[in-house]
């Protein structure tokens, strides 16, 4: 799927919103899949310096929060496209959560914006997972339907030790997901799932490489292979 412009940004520039909850506003681990996406585009493509990242992420973060709160943290932008993930937040699949989900996906299509859904990525905790599969096939579902742009991350995890990915270690009590203090953090991966995120979202929307800018600054990017699962690096 080509990405378009969005009719209302006659300027040349190109303004990208990133959407979702905790796993997309990611505060505390830099560089994280934002921050590689971002750092790319402008660097390797054309007029790069006049592309624009915009993280409207929000810990906690719904389809109905984004829904009541779209002016403020989509609309007013006129985004040439919007990235989406919202699926943890949505796991007891309370109401129509592909209903919401469409309504979300058709509101943004209606202000000239593309759209791209990416599926929430397997966790450690195993229980969850079936539920995030669900998700995905949500995800996938309406993106097809919808004729958007879906990007399977859950699959992608499947190649990797997630012990390697999932290696923060929870500051507090969280009594909604029963993580205790020095619990290993589930919901959020470390730089190396972020890495993973960002190299899928570059190639498969943007067609774009991350950039590698070695010893100098932060973004040095990891050899993901060490990373595989012994059955994946020998196939």
């Not at 579902?141 to 990797?160: C, G, N, P, R, T």
């Not at 589930?186 to 995120?197: D, P, S, Y």
Request: with cysteine; glycine share 8%.
């Amino acid at each position: 799927m080509e990405l378009q412009a969005n009719p209302k940004n006659n300027t040349g520039f190109k303004t990208i919103v990133c959407v979702g909850d905790s796993t997309t506003s990611q505060e505390w681990c830099h560089p994280n899949w934002f921050d590689w996406l971002d750092f790319s585009l402008r660097q390797t493509t054309e007029n790069g310096w006049k592309t624009k990242m915009i993280n409207s992420g929000m810990d906690g973060g719904t389809i109905p929060f984004f829904m009541e709160n779209f002016e403020f943290l989509v609309g007013r932008f006129n985004p040439d496209t919007v990235v989406i993930s919202l699926g943890f937040n949505h796991l007891e699949l309370v109401g129509d959560v592909e209903g919401m989900l469409r309504e979300l996906v058709l509101k943004i299509k209606s202000i000239g914006s593309n759209v791209v859904l990416w599926s929430t990525y397997k966790t450690i905790k195993n229980d969850l997972n079936p539920k995030l599969e669900q998700i995905r096939d949500i995800y996938k579902k309406v993106a097809d339907e919808l004729e958007v742009k879906f990007v399977d991350v859950f699959e992608e995890y499947e190649k990797y030790d997630l012990s390697k990915i999932f290696d923060y270690k929870h500051l507090w009590e969280n009594k909604e997901w029963t993580m205790k203090p020095g619990d290993i953090d589930f919901l959020h991966c470390n730089l190396i799932g972020n890495q993973i995120i960002a190299e899928k979202l570059a190639m498969e929307v943007f067609g774009v490489d991350l950039l590698d800018y070695g010893e100098f600054g932060t973004m040095k990017l990891a050899g993901l292979r060490k990373y595989f699962l012994s059955d994946t690096v020998t196939q």
